[in-house]
């Protein structure tokens, strides 16, 4: 199983990015998806997730509505629209599929990582 995620860069606060993340060996539409973050010298966070079925959606607090997950079952691809950037979004974002079909939030319900893409939020 691969996930090559991409769309990560360089943006000034405020502004916005839309991550992709491209799933290939393992039926894309049968699990759940979730993107985590890491910043340097703090653990991998929660993101976002989307089920299987890409009618449910869960998020962290941090996110505020500014951050959109979904998918396009027929590309194996999910998104990340984030908007509203600020310095603290800073961070390694990963993509990950998920061992269930329903949202997940914990990094163990994960059974496949992507290589992560680097945001970089300027002030």
């Known amino acids: 199983v691969q996930l090559q995620a991409s769309g990560g860069g360089l943006v000034q606060a405020g502004g916005s990015l839309r991550l992709s993340c491209a799933v290939s060996?393992?039926?894309?539409?049968?699990?759940?998806m979730g993107w985590f973050r890491q910043a340097p010298g703090k653990e991998r966070e929660f993101v976002a997730s989307i089920s299987a079925s890409g009618l449910s959606t869960s998020y962290a607090d941090f996110v505020k509505a500014r951050f959109t997950i979904s998918r396009d079952d027929a590309k194996n691809t999910v998104y990340l629209q984030m908007n509203s950037l600020n310095p603290e979004d800073t961070a390694v974002y990963y993509c990950?599929?998920?061992?269930?079909?329903?949202?997940?939030?914990?990094?163990?319900?994960?059974?496949?990582w992507g290589q992560g893409t680097q945001v970089t939020v300027s002030s």
């Open positions: 990950a599929q998920a061992s269930t079909t329903v949202v997940a939030v914990a990094r163990y319900e994960y059974a496949y």
């Open positions: 060996g393992r039926t894309f539409s049968s699990y759940a």
